[in-house]
């Protein structure tokens, strides 16, 4: 009798748990989570760029895979020298891969970062604030169509659209208004990065 009532508990087990796996949808679940996430890029023992993420999620689509930051990012980006060049964070934000290779061979990336999105070129000294961001790793291009707003040195500038290389060294909005200009006299002057410790350079 205890047999019995123990195989009639383990069926009726067993089936609520099948309902519950028919009910789940795989297309909608993240294969891999990680929390915590901190992920660096390397080239001949030099860092190219480092994540950090509070969580990650990976999931696996038809056509592309993607991973999925819904508690925000920041990404770090050095130049071939190591030195720390560009922050960016925001408050969410995916990394999307295609399964299909183009035509140089590659599967083609892009990352987008949604909310409060914020760029910073540590070593010029440049601020950008925008809504979205889109980053082509194949092109080595950051563009967004949204209002931006851009601090430096130099001046503020707003408009809607910018593109530049994904270090934001070139920074271009497409439709500015109402910006203004710092005019200085000085032909040389310093820029103080407490990353780097980059002294005095040439002003451009």
């Not at 294969?31 to 950090?52: H, K, P, S």
């Not at 889109?134 to 851009?150: G, H, L, P, R």
């Not at 271009?172 to 000085?186: C, E, Q, R, S, W």
Request: aromatic share 10%; glycine share 6%; charged share 25%.
């Amino acid at each position: 009798m205890a047999s019995a009532f123990a195989l009639a508990v383990l069926v009726v087990s067993c089936s609520a748990k099948l309902k519950q796996a028919e009910a789940l949808n795989l297309a909608e679940t993240p294969i891999q989570t990680v929390d915590d996430m901190f992920a660096i890029q390397t080239r001949n023992g030099t860092v190219l760029m480092r994540i950090e993420a509070k969580k990650m999620e990976r999931y696996d689509k038809d056509t592309v895979t993607y991973e999925s930051f819904p508690m925000g990012f920041a990404v770090y980006g050095y130049t071939d020298e190591g030195l720390l060049e560009t922050i960016i964070i925001s408050d969410d934000a995916r990394h999307i891969t295609g399964k299909k290779r183009n035509r140089s061979g590659q599967k083609p990336e892009i990352w987008e970062a949604f909310g409060n999105v914020v760029v910073h070129n540590v070593v010029k000294q440049e601020t950008m604030e925008t809504d979205t961001l889109y980053w082509d790793q194949a092109a080595n291009e950051i563009y967004t169509d949204c209002y931006v707003k851009m601090y430096s040195p130099d001046g503020f500038m707003q408009g809607y659209g910018m593109r530049s290389d994904d270090h934001a060294r070139n920074a271009i909005l497409h439709k500015p208004f109402n910006g203004y200009a710092i005019v200085t006299k000085d032909s040389t002057k310093v820029i103080i990065d407490s990353v780097n410790f980059i002294g005095p350079l040439l002003k451009n």
